[in-house]
């Protein structure tokens, strides 16, 4: 028998091969848009801390102060002696900004996830998920043991079709509301409305549209106008727009109850630490109290598309914070990312299995943070970089033409 090690060297090498071999970076400073990493300083588009919340001088000090109030851990899971009046004046602010009765914490997006699709689906029950959906609502699917069954991305029509033929007692349809890597919007409206033809669940993922999108924030339901009948079932997490950490379900009064008693995620587990509780608490405050980070950054996303378009730059088609640069080859993804660090500007190649086989990218993300003169000088910097590769690729061709 092979020792551990023999058996997973193979796979190591195969993945340097396929220039999918992925490493990480030392960051050496608070996160923002001007950071310290690998002893580089840098300009960073590649955080989802999309309006700047995770360094903000306010939530940084109810984190200081979240601490010397309760501590640095909770110490046990929510239902035994975990569940703090720190932990539950959260969920009461989010139940109250989704516009949903109750709010339920997770202590990751992850673990969300996963445990409300096995909570609320078992073997003889279907799940119809987006072909781009983040892998934790696919290992949740795998996790509940229901059938599975993919439709194209924003395929509304071979959903609907999907859904005519099972004959499943429980059927859930699962979409990303904001697609984590193509920053482009779920057809959520007519999702909602194709669920409720088929008396179908719809679960909806917000970690990338939550506190970014809509007039208060309130994510992508609000922003399309959609109830807690046409999505009774609203994710969100607390690491991005929030800048902090954790995650949350937000439902009806009898989800949440239901949840509580069959969520392992959630049962079995320690609580959010109290502190980080806290400290979310007062983002939400100040985002309510600061709506110019949501609208300065709709005006860095239209610099930035429009100033991409003069390049001659293939974007993705998103208005959202996520701006992706398909480039095809992961080899020329790496290459155009370190020659983009090497001019002190930080964004991270994404690769297969992230994203499919030949659509390797820069997933470019924009901050409120991020000053105009800080999109221009990304503009300035790619324009630059994508000419020299061009005019390297030019080269090459020309004297390969001559042999």
């Not at 990303?176 to 890597?181: C, I, Q, T």
């Not at 991270?348 to 997933?363: F, H, K, Q, Y």
Request: net charge negative; charged share 20%.
């Amino acid at each position: 028998m092979s020792s551990l090690d023999d058996a997973l060297k193979p796979q190591l090498y195969e993945r340097r091969a396929q220039q999918h071999y992925r490493r990480r970076r030392i960051l050496e400073s608070p996160q923002g848009t001007h950071v310290r990493i690998d002893g580089r300083s840098c300009l960073s588009f590649c955080s989802n801390d999309y309006l700047g919340m995770a360094n903000h001088p306010e939530v940084v000090a109810a984190l200081r102060d979240g601490a010397t109030k309760y501590g640095v851990g909770s110490g046990a899971s929510h239902l035994v002696c975990g569940h703090s009046d720190a932990h539950h004046d959260l969920e009461e602010a989010l139940a109250s900004l989704t516009g949903r009765p109750r709010a339920l914490l997770f202590s990751s997006g992850y673990m969300a996830n996963m445990g409300v699709i096995a909570a609320l689906t078992n073997r003889h029950d279907t799940i119809f998920e987006d072909r781009l959906n983040h892998a934790s609502l696919l290992d949740g699917a795998l996790l509940s043991r229901a059938r599975l069954q993919r439709y194209a991305h924003g395929s509304v029509a071979q959903l609907d079709a999907q859904l005519s033929q099972s004959t499943s007692q429980r059927k859930l349809v699962v979409s990303d509301g904001v697609f984590s890597m193509d920053g482009d919007l779920a057809p959520l409206t007519v999702l909602a409305q194709t669920a409720q033809q088929h008396d179908a669940w719809l679960m909806v993922d917000d970690a990338h549209g939550m506190a970014v999108l809509g007039p208060s924030g309130a994510g992508v339901c609000e922003q399309l106008a959609l109830s807690l009948d046409e999505v009774p079932i609203l994710v969100g997490t607390l690491g991005k727009g929030f800048g902090t950490f954790g995650a949350f379900v937000a439902g009806s009064e009898t989800l949440i109850e239901a949840l509580i008693q069959q969520a392992h995620t959630y049962i079995y587990t320690t609580a959010l630490p109290p502190a980080v509780a806290h400290a979310t608490r007062v983002s939400l405050r100040c985002l309510q109290e600061e709506p110019w980070r949501r609208s300065h950054l709709r005006e860095l996303i239209d610099l930035f598309r429009s100033g991409a378009a003069a390049l001659g730059l293939a974007l993705a088609d998103s208005m959202t914070p996520i701006q992706p640069l398909i480039v095809g080859d992961s080899g020329h993804a790496l290459a155009l990312s370190e020659q983009l660090l090497a001019r002190g500007i930080l964004i991270a190649a994404i690769r297969p299995p992230t994203v499919p086989v030949g659509s390797a990218r820069l997933r470019i993300t924009l901050s409120a943070e991020h000053s105009e003169a800080d999109v221009t000088r990304l503009l300035e910097v790619l324009g630059d970089v994508m000419d020299e590769m061009h005019g390297d690729a030019d080269s090459a061709a020309a004297m390969a033409g001559g042999s």
